[in-house]
Structures are given as C-alpha cells and as structure tokens.
C-alpha cells in the first residue's frame, strides 16, 4: 500500500510560478512510475505529465510544455512538478498518481492505469 500526500497548490496570478510537491509512503518508491493529473470543473481528469520509473522518460501534454517540469527524488519518495508562467486554464485540482511496474522506462497515459492516487491540491490561477 502506498500513500500520496500533495501540497504547493493555492491561488497564484498567471504568469507567475507554482511548485507542486507529492510525498509517497513505503520503501518501494523506485518501483513506481508517477505522473500529475488535473481534473477542473466539469471536465475530465487529464493527464498533465507522466514519468517513468527510471525517471528518464517523461511525456508532457502540450498545453505544458516548455512551463512545466516534472522530478523525482527516489531518496526522499517525492516527486515535483515545477509550474511556470501559469495560466488560467491551469486552474484546476492537481492529483498525484503512482503505478507499481516493472518497467523502468515504460510511461502510463491512462488514469485507469495508476494504483495509488493523492488526495488532490488545489491551484487556482487568476488572471
């Protein structure tokens, strides 16, 4: 069983910048690739960034690319998604996703996909 705590969001204006942080249990966090999702009202969940177990592949959706940056730190079982020059339409509940694998450069673009899944974190964007 693993656990996913979230923190960073809040209410920030566009174009500035916003670190998002999420904080794994358990001693098998190299196990796992990660990803951020984010879900705004009304719409699905999507997937924002996605990265594998090695950390070498990272799959970004376009409307964050060149803004945000995904990491991890399998020493301290967090991973951290750097947001810049956000903008409103980045205003959403932000989620982090752990999927038990096997493969160290494999990436997972689906929700279904993941095992574990935070609680979610805020991040509004004003414009």
């Known amino acids: 069983q693993v656990h996913l705590v979230e923190s960073g969001g809040g209410l920030v204006q566009a174009g500035e910048s916003l670190r998002l942080s999420c904080l794994a249990s358990g001693r098998t966090f190299s196990s796992y690739a990660m990803a951020w999702f984010r879900q705004a009202p009304g719409k699905e969940r999507e997937l924002v960034v996605a990265?594998?177990?090695?950390?070498?592949?990272?799959y970004y959706v376009d409307s964050v690319k060149g803004r945000f940056t995904i990491s991890r730190d399998n020493a301290k079982n967090t991973v951290t998604l750097q947001m810049s020059s956000v903008k409103p339409e980045d205003t959403a509940v932000y989620y982090c996703?752990?999927?038990?694998?096997?493969?160290?450069?494999?990436?997972?673009?689906?929700?279904?996909?993941?095992?574990?899944w935070g609680q979610g974190t805020q991040v509004t964007v004003s414009s």
């Open positions: 990265m594998s177990r090695s950390g070498g592949s990272k």
């Open positions: 996703a752990a999927k038990i694998t096997a493969g160290y450069t494999t990436l997972y673009y689906s929700p279904s996909q993941y095992d574990y």
